[in-house]
């Protein structure tokens, strides 16, 4: 199945050339998870803000074929 990423923020220099107006397709084992798709992308260490679509989602969430996924960096502020 191929998702579709989109890395924002200081996540875009973990794939050179990534642009967050163009999702970039990525092939995954059919049944794969959000965490599995961190592992992919070498990010399963970091604590991320995982969006499908527009919806908060959980590591354990699974994926399904066409889906959007949105990473960020965790905001801190004040």
């Known amino acids: ?5 989109q890395l924002f923020s200081n996540l875009r220099d973990h ?3 990534h642009d967050p107006r163009r999702p970039e397709p990525v092939d995954l084992s059919e049944g794969a998870t959000v965490h599995d798709l961190l ?4 990010l399963d260490n970091r604590p991320l803000l995982v969006f ?8 354990e969430r699974t994926l399904a074929d066409g889906d959007r996924v949105g990473l960020f960096p965790p905001m801190i502020g004040g």
């Open 1 to 5: 199945m191929v998702v579709e990423i």
């Open 15 to 17: 794939r050179p050339g």
């Open 39 to 42: 592992a992919t992308l070498g």
């Open 52 to 59: 499908v679509g527009r919806t908060k989602v959980p590591p």
